[in-house]
């Protein structure tokens, strides 16, 4: 009996260690299975497929832009397979030398010969009184936004590009000449929308497949993830497993880049500027001349911009041109911007006013026959900027056709005056002229030196980083200030300045029984004192500034100095003056 129970015991525990067995053994079972369907889904790639529309984020009716492999801020449209590119991004990106008047709407583009002008909607074009069709509208407005046509852009423009359709997008290439880094897929995979196996797939990729970096090759091992394009401008991520080592290769295109071509003179300029306030003034040249040796040219201030609509004042005397010739003189007449309630920017940003002041300029140069125009505009404002550069093109090809001589003032070059353009009107304009003075004037706060030698050789370098030197003619001047600092009743400080000629700043010294030295930082004859009126500084435009200056021109072989302005010089600077300009 008591075997019996033992056994009946022994088989219960037998019993219960077997289910705790197989309860075990099936717990293993459902975690191994658990594990193993976490590990497929880790590692199984994603085979859900990525809607094509939705892979670039774009407004209605628009289609992404890329530039290389760099997408465009701003969105294009695509109208019957034709891609029309925002006027903006044109112009800052593809060539600025497209123009659109938002007033009148009318897109024009300069070549050195011919001024293109397209009207909204229409799908010709007219290039020199002549129209020419382009098939389909060659300016498109949606809203406040200006669409331009990119094969018409291409006509003069050294792009390529290609439309793509599902999704709509456009490459564009003009980089020519910089490499880019491409990899060829050596194994079918797939383009991911994600750095990841989980994210869905943009397209298939088939062996031999070309895809170039979307950005630099940041990936370490092989399984990492590169952000790629292919040839037909779908980005997303493959494994750097599946792809060759790297290669760099740059594109080419034939294109024929418009040269302008330039009035010059074959002797270096050697120009004064004589201010003429009124016709009687004019009858007085002969007598301005009377001291001065080795001058080329002289410029009479003559017109002024004086109305909004382009309308020119004109004090102009063909007896003085003809008297200027016979002293062997050029005449480049010059025309300012200083009329007092004049509107430079609604003069120059309506295409109807600019050209009448353009026709205005021309017709004045061939009736007095005028030799040069000098453009000498010194109320351009930032938002004027683009318009006064298109201005000077547009002139540029009247006064090329007309054998006119275009030379244009300018301040020095700083990083505030850039919309000036340098390096564009170095191209489209004869000559560029720098006003290398004012660098402390009346409204400075501080003394200091009218042009420093310092001054003027950064003027002479910054400006050669953009025009070729023979085109640069540097402006000097025949003038100073003597600063005057005093003290009122309240012991308030102020400063003042008065205008110096070279006679008349030597007399004054000799009348305050002051002899000035020379200060080696400015290149200049120092002096300072007091009297009656305050404390007094003064540095000295004289033989011995002028030719310091002088050599920094001509050591950087430009095309010659201009002086403001004839009267404040005396007469033996003109000796310092012929050695270098003869």
């Known amino acids: 009996m008591d075997d019996y129970r033992e056994r009946a015991r022994r088989r219960a525990r037998l019993r219960r260690r077997n289910q705790i067995l197989i309860m075990t053994l099936m717990g293993l079972l459902v975690i191994g299975t658990v594990?193993?369907?976490?590990?497929?889904?880790?590692?199984?790639?994603?085979?859900?497929?990525?809607?094509?529309?939705?892979?670039?984020?774009?407004?209605?009716?628009?289609?992404?832009?890329?530039?290389?492999?760099?997408?465009?801020?701003?969105?294009?449209?695509?109208?019957?397979?034709?891609?029309?590119?925002?006027?903006?991004?044109?112009?800052?990106l593809l060539n600025k030398r497209f123009y659109w008047d938002t007033t009148e709407n009318v897109?024009?583009?300069?070549?050195?010969?011919?001024?293109?002008?397209?009207?909204?909607?229409?799908?010709?074009?007219?290039?020199?009184?002549?129209?020419?069709?382009?098939?389909?509208?060659?300016?498109?407005?949606?809203?406040?936004?200006?669409?331009?046509?990119?094969?018409?852009?291409?006509?003069?423009?050294?792009?390529?590009?290609?439309?793509y359709e599902n999704p709509d997008r456009v490459l564009l290439s003009n980089a020519w000449g910089v490499n880019y880094t491409y990899s060829k897929v050596h194994k079918a995979?797939?383009?991911?929308?994600?750095?990841?196996?989980?994210?869905?797939?943009?397209?298939?990729?088939?062996?031999?497949?070309?895809?170039?970096?979307?950005?630099?090759?940041?990936?370490?091992?092989?399984?990492?993830?590169?952000?790629?394009?292919?040839e037909d401008g779908l980005?997303?991520?493959?494994?750097?497993?599946?792809?060759?080592?790297?290669?760099?290769?740059?594109?080419?295109?034939?294109?024929?880049?418009?040269?302008?071509?330039?009035?010059?003179?074959?002797?270096?300029?050697?120009?004064?500027?004589?201010q003429v306030t009124n016709q009687t003034a004019n009858d007085n040249l002969l007598n301005v001349l009377s001291n001065t040796k080795g001058l080329t040219t002289i410029s009479p201030t003559w017109f002024t911009v004086n109305s909004n609509e382009g309308g020119l004042g004109s004090i102009a005397s063909q007896t003085y041109v003809e008297r200027a010739h016979a002293q062997g003189l050029e005449v480049w007449a010059l025309v300012d911007d200083f009329t007092e309630g004049v509107d430079m920017f609604k003069v120059l940003s309506r295409t109807t006013y600019r050209e009448q002041l353009e026709n205005e300029l021309i017709s004045a140069a061939l009736k007095y026959n005028l030799d040069g125009i000098n453009i000498d505009f010194e109320k351009i404002s930032?938002?004027?900027?683009?318009?006064?550069?298109?201005?000077?093109?547009?002139?540029?090809?009247?006064?090329?056709?007309?054998?006119?001589?275009?030379?244009?003032?300018?301040?020095?070059?700083?990083?505030?005056?850039?919309?000036?353009?340098?390096?564009?009107?170095?191209?489209?304009c004869d000559y560029v002229v720098i006003m290398a003075y004012d660098e402390h004037n009346r409204s400075s706060e501080t003394a200091g030196s009218v042009s420093s030698l310092p001054y003027v050789k950064d003027a002479v370098a910054n400006t050669l980083a953009m025009v070729p030197a023979e085109k640069i003619i540097m402006g000097i001047p025949f003038y100073t200030r003597l600063w005057i600092t005093s003290e009122d009743d309240n012991g308030i400080e102020t400063l003042n300045?008065?205008?110096y000629g070279m006679n008349s700043a030597a007399n004054m010294l000799k009348d305050n029984n002051v002899t000035a030295a020379w200060d080696e930082t400015t290149g200049q004859n120092y002096a300072q004192f007091e009297n009656s009126k305050g404390f007094c500084q003064i540095w000295l435009e004289d033989e011995e500034s002028i030719e310091a200056k002088l050599k920094v021109i001509f050591e950087n072989k430009l095309a010659g100095v201009a002086e403001w302005r004839l009267v404040y010089e005396r007469a033996d600077v003109w000796n310092v003056i012929q050695k270098y300009v003869n």
């Open 497 to 499: 300045s008065e205008v």
């Open 189 to 230: 995979t797939q383009l991911r929308s994600g750095d990841s196996i989980k994210s869905s797939i943009v397209c298939d990729l088939e062996a031999g497949a070309v895809l170039r970096y979307f950005a630099s090759e940041d990936a370490k091992s092989e399984d990492d993830f590169i952000l790629m394009m292919t």
């Open 107 to 163: 897109l024009l583009y300069t070549t050195p010969t011919d001024l293109i002008r397209a009207e909204v909607g229409s799908d010709s074009y007219t290039v020199n009184k002549a129209k020419e069709s382009l098939g389909h509208p060659v300016v498109k407005t949606q809203g406040s936004e200006t669409f331009v046509a990119l094969d018409f852009v291409q006509k003069y423009t050294n792009i390529d590009y290609k439309v």
């Open 35 to 92: 594990a193993a369907i976490l590990l497929v889904n880790k590692y199984m790639p994603s085979k859900e497929r990525m809607d094509l529309e939705t892979l670039y984020t774009v407004d209605e009716g628009k289609a992404p832009l890329f530039f290389e492999n760099e997408r465009a801020e701003k969105d294009c449209l695509v109208i019957d397979g034709v891609p029309y590119v925002e006027f903006e991004t044109v112009r800052t």
């Open 382 to 428: 930032l938002e004027t900027g683009v318009h006064y550069v298109q201005f000077l093109r547009e002139l540029s090809i009247k006064c090329r056709n007309n054998g006119v001589i275009l030379s244009v003032d300018n301040y020095v070059p700083t990083a505030y005056s850039q919309y000036f353009d340098y390096e564009e009107q170095g191209k489209v």
């Open 235 to 274: 980005t997303g991520y493959v494994r750097r497993k599946f792809l060759d080592p790297a290669y760099e290769e740059s594109k080419t295109r034939d294109f024929t880049e418009p040269t302008y071509s330039s009035l010059s003179k074959d002797y270096t300029i050697n120009l004064a500027w004589h």
